[in-house]
């Protein structure tokens, strides 16, 4: 028989890990891989609260957040402590995923070490460097290393495509995050213990319509930022409406939404909640607003409306279908936007309709088939 494939597994924030268990979890599961998994924890609280829900354990954590960190101290020490675990490690393979320093981090110890490396969430493609900022350079970059591409979409796969990327190098698997709803939702299902600590502002907001907010781009630091606050405090004027907001914990986002917001009756600045509570928060609201990337997913997902505070997207299939907008940072934008939803009956159901343009919850046991295929080729 022949020896399982090692595959070093490597992230470092909330979505990655939300986004990676799944594959973490199939591979643990399948006797023809060996998985090693690495934290660089990029981020450490928002982290460990994936990794704990998870039942992740990583076996290498290099613990690098920083307070306020910048991107090249954070960038220098990720790609030489990854580097470190890889030459400890020495993988067959290793696996990165989206865009963020650790994934790029990740793909380029790697590429360096002329090992082959994966890259799940592959191809999303804004077309401006500057949104997401850096995150779309990151995602190129991996793009440019990478052994097999794990595109989430069509629309993913036809951008690498016409970069020139081999095509027979390209799949199409869905997002993961579909595949991490879907186990979260299921984890609750069965133990409703999981999501039950919201229950005191639900009481507090119970014949409201609640808003759910998240908001972390460095892109939307300094002004983006007081126009989201400034949008939030306009909007929470009226009665019949509640905000929910799980700050981030960078400090560029809870200096202005805790001096912006505190104090009002119906806006509720809470902190990062685990999975299984975010997965509550997206059931409990009418409307998400949002710069997040993975709550651009989730929400088309359980037909929730999505306006995203973004100039631009990476993720335009959820704009294709209707159920998200972009609506920019500017104060009067967002509140226009969010009065349409809320008291325009038509414009609401036009947009809160289930769909899913991101995947169909199987992209891990697809990621997995197709690395198997590997198994032999190994360079
Ligand atoms: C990072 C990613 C971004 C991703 C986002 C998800 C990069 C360049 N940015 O941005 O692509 O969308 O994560 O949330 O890779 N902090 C804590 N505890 C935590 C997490 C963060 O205190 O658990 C604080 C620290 O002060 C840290 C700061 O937030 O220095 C910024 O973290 P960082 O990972 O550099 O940037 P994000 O804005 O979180
Ligand atoms: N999320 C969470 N708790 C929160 C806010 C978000 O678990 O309080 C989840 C959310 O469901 C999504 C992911 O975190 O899967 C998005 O992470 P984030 O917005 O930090 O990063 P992005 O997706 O923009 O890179």
Known sequence: MTAPLRILVIFGTRPEAIKLFPVVHALKA??????????????RQMLDQVLDIAGIVPDHDLDVMQPDQTLDALTANLLVGLGQVMDAVRPDRVIVQGDTATAMCGA?????????????EAGLRSYNIYHPWPEEVNRKIIGAMASLHFAPTETAAGALKAEAVDPARVHVTGNTVIDALHWVTARIAAAPALASGLADLEARFAGKRIIGVTSHRRENFGEGMEGIAEAIRTIARRPDVAVIFPVHLNPNVRKVMNEGLAG?????????LDYPHFARLL????????DSGGVQEEAPALGKPVLVMRETTERPEGVAAGTA?????????????LSTLLDDKGAYEAMARAHNPFGDGHAAARIVELLANEIGHET
Request: glycine fraction near 2%; proline fraction near 5%; charge should be negative.
């Open 283 to 290: 059931d409990l609201a009418e409307i998400m607003l949002t």
């Open 325 to 337: 907008k972009l609506v920019g940072t500017s104060a009067a934008t967002i509140v226009t936007e």
């Open 108 to 120: 380029l110890a790697a590429y360096y070490r002329k090992v082959p490396v994966d890259h799940v």
């Open 264 to 272: 009002l009756d119906n806006v509720a600045l809470i902190e990062p």
């Open 30 to 43: 399948d006797p023809r891989f060996e998985c090693v998994v690495c934290v660089s924890a990029q981020h």
